[in-house]
């Protein structure tokens, strides 16, 4: 009854002022013979699914790009130099720049995703990227080191970084048209040089940022390492990149022409990173069949574009 009370105080409000509800008034069976209203559904709440962008490791990539320029931007470009100053792996060791601060442009990627490591770690507390692969494997060039398909070695279906990150269950591929800013591409240009970059955004012919792809599109934005050795000609920097069947406009910009579009992924090769916490763990394995480790080829990304 004291249970009651408070919902037959409700009900009552119904009824005139002058006349004022007493329990004392109803009986047992009448009490008994109130219709009390459903409660309300309650659902269950669902689990949330983790927002798309925490599936990507982009922030955390143009976080690096930020830095690097700010940096290490300009520093000069040469095809023997990797990474422009010592990185540390986590406690674990170094990675040891060669001829510092000076870089090139698969290397300027690699150097990409170990300061997105930092940053990440850093930021979240997370230091599981450095358990995921060794020190080892940013620096070997053998089919089971990432940095041998960084470096680009068809014998190891690795046509660029994008590639890469797949081979060791680090990435997922992403088509051209569905890029965004902090994904991977490594091109090839109709003067059969390429080049390793990182992706920032789709741009129309005056040079103009796009938010997304549409049919003003006629190349894209790009940060990685390029252009001559002096310091301020060469070195991490951005271009603009330039497909081959729009020409070369002119731009207020440093440009990157007779760049070539495919949906071939061995011509045009893009991709995404991974959160470390979707990484997959399928890492390549030794076998006879992917040939020998990767020597880079300097000829082919000789770091020299349309402006340079």
């Known amino acids: 009854m004291k249970l009651l009370l408070p919902l037959l105080l409700i009900l009552s409000g119904a009824a005139s002022a002058a006349e004022p509800f007493s329990l004392n008034a109803l009986t047992a069976p009448e009490v008994a013979g109130l219709r009390l209203a459903a409660p309300p559904a309650v659902s269950t709440p669902l689990r949330a ?150 992706f920032l955004s789709f741009i129309d012919a005056s040079g103009r940022e796009l938010a997304g792809y549409d049919a003003s599109v006629v190349g894209f934005k790009y940060f990685s390492s390029q252009g001559r050795l002096e310091a301020g000609q060469g070195g991490f920097d951005y271009r603009y990149a330039v497909f081959s069947k729009f020409g070369c406009p002119t731009m207020p910009y440093k440009r990157d022409c007779e760049v070539i579009y495919s949906t071939d992924q061995r011509m045009l090769n893009t991709g995404t990173m991974l959160s470390p916490k979707f990484w997959t763990g399928v890492k390549p394995r030794p076998d006879s069949a992917t040939g020998a480790s990767t020597v880079l080829n300097r000829t082919y990304f000789n770091g020299i574009t349309t402006d340079d």
Not at 78 to 97: C, E, F, M, P
Not at 124 to 150: F, M, N, Q, R, W
Request: aromatic share 12%; hydrophobic share 35%.
């Open 49 to 198: 699914e983790p927002q798309p962008e925490a599936r990507f490791f982009n922030p955390y990539v143009l976080k690096a790009v930020d830095h690097l320029y700010k940096n290490y931007g300009l520093l000069g470009y040469d095809i023997n130099s990797i990474l422009t100053h010592d990185i540390s792996y986590n406690g674990t060791g170094v990675l040891k720049a060669r001829r510092p601060p000076l870089t090139m442009c698969v290397a300027a990627q690699m150097e990409v995703i170990l300061t997105a490591f930092e940053i990440y770690a850093k930021e979240t507390g997370d230091v599981s990227p450095y358990y995921y692969l060794p020190k080892s494997s940013y620096e070997g060039l053998a089919v089971t080191d990432i940095k041998g398909h960084i470096w680009v070695n068809p014998d190891f279906k690795a046509n660029g970084t994008a590639d890469a990150l797949i081979n060791f269950g680090m990435g997922e591929r992403r088509q051209f048209e569905k890029l965004q800013s902090g994904d991977f591409v490594n091109i090839n240009r109709t003067t059969r040089t390429g080049h390793a970059v990182t």
